[in-house]
Each structure stands twice: as C-alpha cells, then as structure tokens.
C-alpha cells in the first residue's frame, strides 16, 4: 500500500473488493508507519476529520493532527509503537482526541465526537515480512452510547428527585430529612464540628385550611417554603418538609447563634410577606413558630435525640403564644425565648 495512493482509487496490490471495504468501514481507520507518517487513512475517517486522502496520506500523524501533540494519544500511541502492545483509550478517560465531527451540522467543540480508540501495533511475524512495525489506529464513534447514558443518567436523577423531593413545595421531604440529618450527624461527630437544627409548624394551620380551603393551604406552604429556600442559600444547607405543615432546616457547621439568627430571618421574612390569617387571633396573617437546638454531639447522641430536643423548643414557643423562637438549652435541658 503506497502512502501516495489517494482514498477513492484503486490500491495497488490490493483486490478490488479489500480496498472497497477498507474504503467503506463505518469507523474510523488510520495506519501510520514506524516514523508516524500517515499511510493509509479510510472515507470514513476522512469525512469526519473534513479532509482528502492527498492531503493527509503521507503526512506525519502530528502536523496532519497538531491538536494531538503532547496529549494522552499521542503517549499512548509512542508506547504502543515502542513496546508492540496495544493501547484502548475509552471516551470517558480520554475524551474525543482527534477533531472528528459529524458529517453534517457546525464543527464546533460542543460536536465532537465521542470516540473509543484502538492502538494496534503490527505483530512479530507481520512487521518481519513487512520490513518495519506499522500500527493501526481503530476509532469507533460511541457519541450515540454517551448520548444514552446521559440520558439515563438524568432520569435517574429526575427519578432520585421523585424520591427526596416534596412535590407540593420542592423542598427535600421527609425521607430526603431522615437520611440527611444522619449523614450530617455522622459528619459532625467525625470532625467534631457543630449542627443546627430548626423546626418550624406553621401557626394554626388547620383553622387556615378551614377558612381558606386548601388550594389556598397548598399556596400558603408554598410561600412558606420560598421564605425557607431564600433565607437558607449557603450549600451545605438543607430544608426539608418535615410533615404536613411542619418544616426542617438542616444547618452544618453552625452554632446557637447562627441557627437562631436563621430561624429569626425566616420568621421575620415571611411576616414581611403578609399572607393574610383572620382566625390567626392578633396576627391576622401567616406566621411561624420555631425550635432550635444547636451545638457538638455528645458520643451517645442520636437523631431522635437531636429532634426530641429542638421539638421540645417548638412546642414551648407554640405554648408561649406562637410567632416566636425558642431554643434548647443543653445545660438546664430546657428551652429558652430567644
């Protein structure tokens, strides 16, 4: 096979019928020399790389290809040629190393195709008939097998949302709170740092339902969860759908303090908003109670434990008129109006 020989012409030396399959493969072949000259290049390849058999044939692979100077291919591929073993390189270690694109749409980075690469230098036997190593570089496009992936990546995502997320409110739902408040505790007791937990009950909730109907209650938990999604906006923060209009803020790394000021914004914020509660006795619009624990878990502390203490904290803010925060406190085991 002489390097000068366009694609599309007959080889010399070759059948007809050799050369038309080599012409026609669907995936990509090139066949480069001991000196990485390129000797043989197919359609296929050609009509994805936009270029002509005379321009590549007989080109060094690296000035043909600058893009692949210093990258992981061409390593591989000195490797290979040196050792005689071959080389795969897959899409998700090594993405799209040469600029191949589809035959039809624009040629931009965003459309390369995804390729899986096969370095295959010339055996023994062969390169000693043959007078020197030739290696054949196989390209398989895999963008469809990505594609696909992808997709079923993101509906696995949109199914795992399903799972965690309330679908009334978007916040995380009971399930999503149970398995984070564990996995935050774990962490917390790993590096010793401080958690904050706040929860909430929106104020006389059912007499809201009573008077407004619930079309109305399913917009009010709404608005309520929006002030939580607006004041909560660091990451590692979490809020959660506790129960019907019970609410959760997960706060890593906070102390007291913080995880009071949270709860503060969040009352205040919503009284901002003004949703209107006639039967909400002088408030006369939508409020919230709040209970907080916060601080370093002791060896023995569990989620139930950490509950229990900022429920305690909820229901003394509940019982002390409503509209208020209280917090728990760990030395006299008791909660305190903040």
Not at 35 to 56: C, P, Q, T
Not at 100 to 112: E, S
Not at 231 to 238: A, I, K, N
Not at 297 to 304: C, R, T
Request: hydrophobic content about 45%.
């Amino acid at each position: 096979m002489s390097a000068d020989q366009p694609n599309g012409a007959a080889n010399a030396g070759l059948p007809v019928w050799l050369d038309w399959v080599l012409y026609n493969t669907q995936s990509g072949l090139v066949l480069l020399d001991a000196d990485m000259r390129i000797v043989f290049a197919n359609k296929w390849f050609l009509l994805r790389a936009g270029l002509s058999a005379e321009h590549v044939n007989g080109g060094a692979l690296l000035d043909v290809f600058p893009v692949l100077k210093g990258s992981h291919f061409e390593r591989a591929l000195v490797k290979a040629m040196r050792s005689g073993f071959p080389a795969l390189m897959s899409q998700t270690m090594h993405p799209s190393p040469f600029p191949l694109y589809a035959p039809v749409g624009p040629r931009a980075n965003d459309n390369l195709l995804r390729q899986s690469i096969h370095i295959v230098p010339m055996g023994p036997a062969d390169v000693a008939m043959a007078g020197q190593r030739y290696t054949l570089v196989q390209i398989a496009d895999v963008s469809p097998t990505v594609a696909r992936e992808r997709l079923l990546k993101a509906h696995a995502d949109h199914m795992s949302d399903l799972v965690h997320i309330d679908a009334l409110t978007g916040l995380g739902n009971r399930r999503f709170f149970d398995e984070s408040m564990a996995a935050e505790m774990r962490a917390a007791s790993r590096s010793g740092g401080m958690l904050g937990l706040v929860l909430m009950d929106i104020d006389r909730f059912k007499q809201f339902n009573d008077l407004y109907g619930h079309p109305a209650g399913d917009r009010c938990l709404q608005g309520v969860a929006n002030v939580l999604k607006a004041v909560c906006r660091r990451p590692r923060d979490l809020v959660a759908r506790y129960g019907g209009e019970e609410l959760a803020v997960i706060l890593p790394d906070t102390d007291m303090a913080g995880a009071v000021q949270v709860a503060k914004d969040i009352l205040q914020k919503l009284r901002d908003l003004h949703i209107p509660h006639a039967d909400n006795l002088e408030q006369t619009m939508v409020t919230l109670s709040a209970g907080v624990f916060a601080g370093r878990l002791n060896a023995d502390e569990s989620v139930e434990t950490l509950i229990q203490k900022a429920d305690q904290a909820l229901y003394a803010a509940k019982n002390d008129g409503r509209n208020r925060v209280f917090c728990f406190d760990v030395g006299h085991s008791s909660a305190l109006a903040v």
